[in-house]
């Protein structure tokens, strides 16, 4: 397995390691609910050095990204950030991403951690302008911040005013001594903070730096336990679960990434664009457990006459709301909020109805 520039670190707090994405990552300390609520009410770091960063410079980086990307990147001023994903030849998404505007003529692609070498691949295999593109995932180590309290704890570590970075933007300066840190008002918790992107050997001091200044806060390190658990509160999606190579952006609602404006012809827009003007046939849809019970991965979602609809994507106990919560495809005329669905659990069709994102208000 792979190491990020923490894992020693991780390992001597006593983290509960496992593999993810070929790396040897955390996946709780203290435990996932303590965690989730520390972050929900103070503040949390998390290693999310596994991550996956591509460099597009030159003259065709513009071109190169309204062409492989779903998003509208001409609208992109430098200093902030976009999310948006790959579509692939068939309706599917590649890949979730986040696209950087860092300077005149050059970008920075964050993408997930499992998908860096094929997303490598299929940058290169489409890009027919000749844009350049560097592969800069091994050399850049990444920390997210995240909670209520990470500004105020991180503004003690810079002269950068972290007020002054809104969010999806982003700044560089010097950050606990460091210097070219990327400072990025981004996250995947829904509980605001900043991201952090840095040349590996920064890593330890930036990460003691952090937890110096955190420590009338009580700030703890967090597992991707708890980094899972936060995200599917507020309906984000997770690759290789709600979204992937066989989902499209319109059943996954993320549409509002999908961007069909004049001069951007990116891979397979007809398709998609044809899709949004006709509908689709599932929808991925949020829905709260109304019995007892836990909604897992690939358990059955059924009508409440017993059909099959569809199928749960992600699912867990809502450490914050205390009630089984999930995202799942269902049949689109089973979509609309408040229909009332069944969760097949054990073989025993539970409860449920379909909501509004965010499950955490």
């Not at 779903?70 to 068939?90: E, H, R, W």
């Not at 005149?104 to 350049?132: F, Q, R, S, T």
């Not at 200044?213 to 597992?223: K, T």
């Not at 408040?338 to 379909?354: C, E, F, L, Q, S």
Request: charged share 20%; net charge negative.
């Amino acid at each position: 397995m792979k190491s990020t520039p923490f894992t020693a670190i991780h390992i001597a707090l006593g983290a509960k390691m496992h593999e993810f994405a070929g790396y040897n990552m955390p996946i709780e300390y203290s435990g996932i609910i303590n965690e989730h609520l520390t972050v929900c009410n103070g503040a949390g770091v998390f290693d999310v050095s596994h991550m996956g960063e591509f460099w597009v410079k030159g003259p065709k980086a513009l071109d190169f990204i309204q062409h492989i990307t779903s998003n509208d990147a001409s609208v992109l001023p430098i200093g902030k950030a976009q999310y948006s994903c790959f579509p692939n030849a068939t309706c599917g998404i590649v890949d979730d991403i986040i696209v950087y505007h860092y300077e005149d003529a050059k970008y920075l692609i964050v993408v997930n951690a499992a998908n860096i070498d094929k997303d490598w691949a299929w940058c290169n295999a489409n890009n027919p302008m000749g844009a350049e593109l560097e592969n800069a995932s091994d050399n850049t180590g990444q920390l997210a911040i995240q909670g209520p309290k990470a500004k105020e704890i991180l503004q003690r570590l810079t002269a950068v005013d972290l007020s002054a970075i809104p969010y999806y933007a982003f700044t560089t300066g010097e950050f606990a001594g460091c210097g070219e840190v990327i400072i990025s008002n981004t996250g995947y918790t829904g509980a605001g903070g900043f991201e952090l992107y840095f040349y590996p050997e920064d890593g330890e001091r930036i990460w003691n730096a952090i937890f110096e200044a955190g420590r009338p806060e009580d700030i703890l390190p967090i597992g991707l336990g708890a980094r899972d658990t936060l995200r599917l509160e507020m309906g984000y999606c997770l690759y290789g679960n709600d979204i992937d190579d066989s989902t499209s952006p319109i059943e996954a609602g993320l549409g509002w990434i999908t961007k069909f404006v004049d001069g951007k012809d990116f891979i397979n827009r007809a398709a998609l664009e044809q899709q949004k003007k006709e509908g689709v046939a599932r929808k991925l849809c949020a829905f709260e457990i109304t019995e007892k019970g836990i909604p897992r991965h690939g358990y059955t979602i059924a009508s409440q006459s017993g059909e099959t609809i569809g199928v749960v994507t992600s699912g867990t106990m809502s450490p914050l709301l205390r009630k089984g919560i999930g995202l799942g495809y269902v049949k689109t005329e089973y979509a609309a909020q408040g229909t009332d669905i069944n969760i097949v659990i054990r073989d025993k069709p539970v409860a449920a109805k379909v909501v509004k994102l965010p499950f955490r208000k």
